[in-house]
């Protein structure tokens, strides 16, 4: 066991008595960097004993233009290596390899010094790196041992073996430096510069193997400034360095810098695409079925840490495909476990939501509902393929990781088809469950700063811009405020933006300084002011997607709602088509508003029009739909008969019919202020 | 006229370097700079005010080129070299794109070949190039690198980035100093959200140069036209991340149906037409680079341009 702080300080002391006898002249050949660390570091080019002492003063004796001094000076006298070593590596090269770094062909660059304990432990190590598409630097004795182990080393296999001793390791960080310089617009010089891009973009870990002297553990350890992870098997103890298992390390190592392979192939007997979202297996096409109210399903994700679970891993608790018998309904948990370093428990719902999806896209398998609602199918023509259970697991924690390859590191399936089993989860997940309706329940516009925008359908309706709030979900229904978040946070340049609501010009309509002055700018200049809360004044604009209208009716002093499935006339005298032609693509139209569904219900809706009391009528159909939540909110605003006094079509069809008939129940709108 | 051509605009369009000189460390005749532009193209009586640049596009395997082009220009289609020379020579175009048809090949595997056609091209004219890579994204790594290191130093223009494939070219363009297209389907938003993704990966705005997509007179070139618009209104208004100069190529020019079933006569007439009535328009809307495949195209915009642009007939060198 080696004492890292201890080897540290005699390590750096060493280095420095090295320094003072530095003599003669020094460089590289093919680079116009010439030392390229000190080079970086201070802007100086380093060839003899007077700028070697002037870069080491001015970097505080740093280790890394040490090492890479003394190096250069030893290659100097040595002479170049020889085969299988590279030594320094030329400015072409580099090229090359950065163009493959940004182009994403390597993801990241490792550095492996010492001697490893055995030939198949460092093999190993290795064979993980390779796979997943890392750049592996090797210096000092694990070369041999890995040529005696068998493996092939060259560019070609990704691994490339820089020296024979552990100080040649300091070419890894004068390829960064490089990299920095050529690829990250790091002038020489730029210190702070370089540092950052080390620390944020360059994606390096370094595995330290035994055996390594106090000098080249300063090496080392001096690569922590530019953020490299230094990762051991348990040698050395104490300093920041981290012990990993030769099982994880390689991964630990990735976690940490946030590498992430992107998967590109789900390794299932079935075809797997958005193209199969839209099919349907029907009963006769059915082999099994799980749900539908037929046996007891359900589905969960959750969050997890990063150590709790296993990336790729499916278990299957229960019976598999082959011994259940044709035709019937079994039980199903769908358990999905995710952890990622920008995860947060927030998005699980909206996660979940993509299991739909996801198990649809499945050429053989099919999805309805959600939670403990869910209906799963699996089609004969799969299971004859050799779909299995296993299989829809793997197709998820894919799918998971490819859509998703920001957020989430880790992806793990469980799928249970015992039904005790399944039952005893269910208690668990209904317990989520409910904890989820409570915190979306509890979330009300004034408790956050920050709106978010939707300017997807600006394609056709070129200045429209949808704000979000959790309490006024996009006029389509589809995207809620943790829906806008989750989509910024995955897609920072992407269609939903954050918008800072900035200071109350109007409390009542909901209209903000801050985001007046976003929908100005994403409106191209077309909208100066937006109410959140009004179809009156300065109404947000719509696209063409709303789920209902709004509109007002002067005639009985109230608005009235029509949705779109509602085919017949309304009271204003138009159809939901002819409204929706009117008022959509991108416009602003005082007395007409695209809204959702799920706003009529929120305590903002009309707040700017005088309330829930200004709404006089809606299809039935709507109304039916809505009844039990909206009669409950009603009840809770000391309005427990105005559910009976909003007309629909069937008590009034017409504009005459409606004053007549909210005159009849003396509906609260005729008595409210004008709205004209 | 009595128009008030002052608009209270703030922002201004990005300055790009295409080709580079012996002095400037490339071997081309001429280089340019495009974009600076404080307002719509046309309006300013500025000296030194450059009409939009005129692009021949040629291929290094005519089987995917339209034979309306392959028959007037003759047996010069199958060397690319004596191609793209005529472009310079005998077409008098300002630039020479060259589309790697080549790469379109099933299996196609010989990454070589495409070094030895850019430098074939770079030989056959000093004018700057525009480089098209692969049409198939298993290869555009290989391609694009290739496409970097054999135009080293000749500042030349790669294409086509697009928002689900774009790491390959910008790669190339930041390790061998080259620029961008950076192609968005006829969307505002998603020009600029590419524009964002190449930012992030490192490409200077300077290396950036936005293709709208174009679509063909007649087949969809109004909604071009307008996203056109639309991007550059957003960037003299100051959108940072809008404000590149625009390349447009209506490819569709030539297999539009008015010109397909067109009398043999007067094949080459219409297509000409249509090449030119579509470029035309998109220099109108902005464009800093027009590309057209028929030679006899080139000396009808360069007219138009002139006419527009008083004391000023030729691209970026009169």
Request: one cysteine or more; charged letters at 20%; glycine letters at 10%.
């Amino acid at each position: 066991m080696t004492d890292v702080e201890l080897a540290l300080k005699k390590g750096k002391d060493s280095l420095k008595s090295a320094m003072a006898t530095i003599q003669g002249t020094f460089s590289y050949e093919d680079t116009a960097y010439h030392l390229p660390i000190s080079y970086a570091l201070t802007g100086i080019a380093v060839h003899d004993r007077t700028a070697s002492l002037d870069v080491f003063s001015r970097t505080q004796d740093n280790s890394l233009v040490a090492s890479e001094i003394i190096l250069a000076k030893k290659t100097a006298q040595d002479g170049k290596k020889v085969l299988p070593y590279t030594g320094f590596i030329a400015d072409t090269v580099i090229r090359k390899l950065g163009y493959s770094l940004v182009d994403g062909s390597i993801l990241g660059l490792a550095l492996i010094v010492g001697t490893p304990q055995s030939d198949g432990t460092a093999a190993a190590i290795c064979r993980e790196l390779q796979e997943k598409y890392m750049l592996t630097f090797l210096a000092g004795p694990v070369v041999p041992s890995l040529s005696s182990a068998g493996v092939k080393l060259g560019l070609d296999y990704r691994l490339i073996p820089l020296g024979s001793d552990a100080l040649h390791g300091v070419h890894f960080v004068d390829i960064i430096a490089r990299v920095a310089m050529m690829f990250g617009g790091v002038t020489p010089g730029d210190m702070h510069r370089l540092l950052t891009y080390a620390a944020e973009r360059a994606k390096a870990i370094v595995i330290a193997l035994p055996g390594l002297s106090e000098e080249e553990i300063a090496l080392v350890d001096g690569m922590r400034v530019l953020g490299f992870p230094i990762l051991t098997l348990g040698e050395y103890s104490g300093g920041a360095w981290i012990t990993a298992t030769p099982e994880d390390i390689v991964r630990t190592g990735m976690e940490l810098k946030g590498i992430r392979v992107t998967v590109t192939a789900i390794p299932i007997p079935m075809g797997c695409s958005p193209a199969f979202e839209g099919k349907s297996i029907r009963k006769e096409e059915m082999y099994v079925e799980f749900g539908g109210g037929r046996s007891p399903a359900f589905e969960l994700l959750r969050m997890k840490n990063a150590g709790e679970i296993k990336d790729g891993q499916v278990t299957v608790i229960g019976p598999e495909i082959d011994s259940m018998t044709e035709g019937s309904a079994n039980p199903l948990a769908i358990i999905i476990e995710v952890a990622g370093k920008t995860m947060k428990k927030d998005y699980e719902p909206v996660l979940e939501r993509r299991i739909h999806n996801f198990v649809n896209y499945g050429e053989g398998s099919w999805h309805v509902a959600q939670r403990d609602l869910i209906w799963v199918r699996l089609s004969k023509e799969a299971v004859a393929k050799g779909v299995k259970i296993e299989h829809i697991g793997k197709l998820l924690a894919s799918k998971f990781r490819m859509d998703f390859p920001q957020l989430l590191d880790a992806v793990s399936v469980t799928l249970i088809t015992d039904g005790e089993k399944v039952l005893a989860a269910r208690k668990e997940a209904e317990r989520v469950y409910e904890e989820r309706d409570a915190r979306i329940r509890g979330m009300r516009d004034n408790d956050v700063n920050t709106y978010y925008s939707c300017t997807l359908c600006q394609t056709f309706a070129p200045n429209h811009v949808c704000v979000i709030t959790p309490e006024r979900p996009a006029l389509c229904g589809a995207i809620s405020w943790l829906d806008g978040k989750i989509a910024y946070e995955m897609s920072p340049a992407g269609a939903n933006q954050p918008i800072e609501k900035g200071p109350v010009i109007n409390a009542r309509n909901g209209e903000f300084e801050g985001v007046n002055r976003f929908v100005k700018k994403a409106s191209h200049g077309e909208v100066d002011r937006c109410s959140l809360y009004s179809v009156m004044e300065y109404p947000m604009t719509c696209c063409g997607c709303f789920e209902c209208i709004a509109l007002m009716l002067p005639e009985v002093n109230g608005i009235m709602i029509v949705n779109r499935e509602f085919k017949g006339l309304t009271p204003s005298g138009m159809s939901f088509s002819t409204l929706a032609g009117t008022i959509g693509g991108g416009a602003q139209t005082p007395g007409f508003a695209g809204i959702s569904k799920g706003y009529i219900l929120s305590d903002r809706f009309l707040q700017g029009d005088g309330g829930i009391g200004r709404l006089v009528w809606m299809p039935a159909q709507l109304k039916e739909e809505l009844k039990p939540r909206l009669v409950k909110i009603l009840a809770d605003r000391n309005m427990p008969d105005l559910f009976d006094k909003i007309a629909d079509e069937t008590s009034a069809a017409t504009i005459e019919d409606l004053m007549v008939y909210l005159n009849t129940v003396q509906h609260p709108a005729l008595k409210m202020k004008p709205l004209v | 006229m009595g128009f008030d051509l002052n608009f209270g605009w703030s922002g201004s369009i990005a300055c790009v370097q295409l080709g580079a000189t012996k002095s400037e460390g490339g071997t081309r005749r001429i280089s340019y700079r495009i974009g600076g532009e404080k307002t719509l193209p046309f309006l300013e009586k500025i000296q030194g005010s450059s009409s939009p640049l005129i692009t021949l596009e040629i291929c290094d395997n005519p089987q995917y080129w339209s034979p309306i082009v392959t028959n007037y220009c003759g047996d010069m289609v199958h060397n690319s070299g004596e191609w793209a020379h005529a472009a310079e020579t005998v077409y008098g175009a300002d630039m020479v794109r060259l589309y790697l048809t080549s790469t379109r090949k099933r299996d196609f595997s010989d990454i070589a070949s495409v070094g030895t056609t850019i430098e074939t091209v770079l030989s056959g004219t000093g004018l700057p190039l525009i480089i098209e890579g692969s049409n198939e994204p298993k290869i555009d790594s290989e391609v694009f690198l290739k496409c970097g290191e054999a135009g080293q130093g000749e500042r030349m223009l790669l294409g086509t980035a697009e928002a689900g494939r774009y790491r390959s070219i910008a790669a190339a363009a930041m390790a061998y100093d080259h620029s961008v297209i950076a192609q968005s389907p006829i969307d505002v938003n998603l020009a600029k959200q590419l524009n964002i993704l190449l930012k992030e990966i490192g490409v200077s705005r300077d290396h950036i140069i936005i293709d709208p997509y174009t679509g063909s007179l007649g087949y969809g070139f109004e909604y071009s036209y307008s996203a056109m618009e639309r991007i550059r209104f957003s960037a003299l208004k100051g959108d940072a991340d809008l404000a590149m100069p625009i390349i447009c190529s209506a490819i569709d020019s030539l297999t539009v149906k008015e010109v397909r079933e067109s009398e043999p006569a007067i094949l080459d007439d219409i297509a000409v037409q249509w090449e030119f009535t579509t470029g035309l328009a998109a220099a109108i809307a902005g464009a800093e680079i027009i590309c057209v495949r028929h030679p006899r195209t080139i000396p009808l915009l360069r007219k138009a341009f002139g006419s527009l642009t008083p004391g000023k007939i030729a691209g970026g060198e009169g």
